[in-house]
């Protein structure tokens, strides 16, 4: 016997009807297996905004509206114009030119000289043969009047109220020393040369010595530095410009009246007491001819000093020198010079 078939959409209602059933039983074990989620809370809701609600003019009374006007009239700003600037010309400086200075003319310096050694003698004319008429002493200083031709001398004024001439070598010139003109020289007196006067034979006194050799120049004292005594002599025979050494002459030296003598001799030719310096005007101060030196050691002390020429056999042929030290002072070196009148 045949059994009935049933109708396809029967079939299909089964079928959904067990996959709903499943899937609700899947769920339900799936909550039982993980448990309730738990809620978020909600933010609380913010308050609601105010509504501001305009009063209707209406309701005020005259009193608060005439309040509100004076007070809205009293807050308003006041407004102020601010002032537009004005660009001010500015005006061009005039031209001044500047007054030029007054220029005064200043005077011409006269020439002079300074004294460097501590005495110079003073003479006559230009040359050592000239008689020594005074003398300077250092730092003084002189008007400059004239020179000789080689500038060996000059002629100052004044000593004792005269023009004198002085040897350039001692002195320091300053000025404007090239326009000093060129003086004459006065005419040069005799040699001085003292001659045997005949004696009477009644009568007792010996005849006077004549000297070879007289003194024309010192004894001049120098500032040193050594305590001991130095003595720088020149001996010669002639003229300036070309006096000549005389050699075989000795000096003897009396200290305090004792002979403190050397046997040394003067020489030929002479020498130079300092070296030359030409930018050094001090240098000319010590710097002298000389063709014999003699020293006196360790100290030339307080003592009067006697000092003249003797020849090979001792006999005085000279003027004597004298001059003075003192312990302390600076002035131990000593310059003198003797020209042979007979030579």
Same mark, same amino acid.
């Given at each position: 016997?045949? &059994? %009935? ?6 079939i299909?209602l ?17 909550q039982?297996?993980?448990g ?12 609601p ?68 050694? %501590? ?59 090239d326009g000093?003109?060129?003086?004459v ?11 045997n ?9 010996? %005849?006077?010595?004549?000297? &070879? ?23 010669? !025979?002639?003229?300036y ?5 005389v050699?075989?002459? &000795?000096?003897?030296?009396? &200290? ?53 020429? !003797? ?9 004597e ?23």
């Amino acid at each position: 016997m045949t &059994r %009935p078939t049933r109708p396809p959409h029967i079939i299909w209602l089964v079928i959904l009807a067990a996959l709903l059933l499943s899937t609700s039983v899947a769920c339900s074990l799936g909550q039982m297996l993980v448990g309730e989620p738990t809620a978020t809370p909600l933010p609380p809701a913010p308050p609601p905004a105010p509504t501001w609600t305009p009063s209707p003019v209406g309701q005020l009374s005259p009193a608060q509206i005439a309040t509100l006007t004076v007070e809205a009239a009293v807050n308003l700003p006041t407004f102020t114009p601010t002032a537009t600037p004005v660009e001010t010309a500015t005006p061009t400086p005039t031209f001044t030119p500047p007054i030029p200075p007054t220029v005064t003319p200043t005077a011409t310096p006269a020439p002079y000289i300074v004294v460097v050694a %501590p005495v110079v003698n003073v003479r006559q004319g230009p040359s050592v043969a000239y008689p020594i008429i005074g003398q300077v002493h250092q730092d003084e200083e002189y008007t400059l009047v004239g020179r000789n031709d080689a500038q060996s001398w000059w002629q100052i004024c004044c000593v004792d109220g005269y023009q004198v001439w002085i040897t350039s070598q001692l002195t320091a010139p300053g000025g404007p020393v090239d326009g000093v003109p060129i003086a004459v020289a006065p005419e040069l007196p005799p040699t001085p040369f003292p001659t045997n006067t005949p004696i009477p034979a009644d009568t007792s006194t010996p %005849p006077g010595p004549s000297w &070879r050799f007289w003194v024309s120049e010192g004894p001049e004292q120098w500032m040193t530095t050594n305590p001991w005594l130095t003595i720088w002599v020149k001996a010669y !025979v002639g003229a300036y410009p070309d006096p000549v050494a005389v050699s075989g002459y &000795r000096m003897v030296v009396l &200290r305090n009246g004792v002979d403190v003598s050397k046997p040394d001799l003067t020489t030929y030719p002479f020498q130079w007491s300092a070296p030359f310096l030409a930018d050094d005007p001090d240098a000319f101060g010590n710097r002298r001819q000389y063709n014999l030196k003699y020293e006196y050691l360790p100290d030339a002390g307080d003592a009067e000093w006697t000092i003249y020429l !003797v020849d090979g056999s001792g006999n005085p042929v000279s003027q004597e020198a004298k001059f003075t030290t003192h312990t302390g002072e600076p002035d131990n070196e000593i310059y003198i010079s003797w020209i042979d009148v007979q030579g």
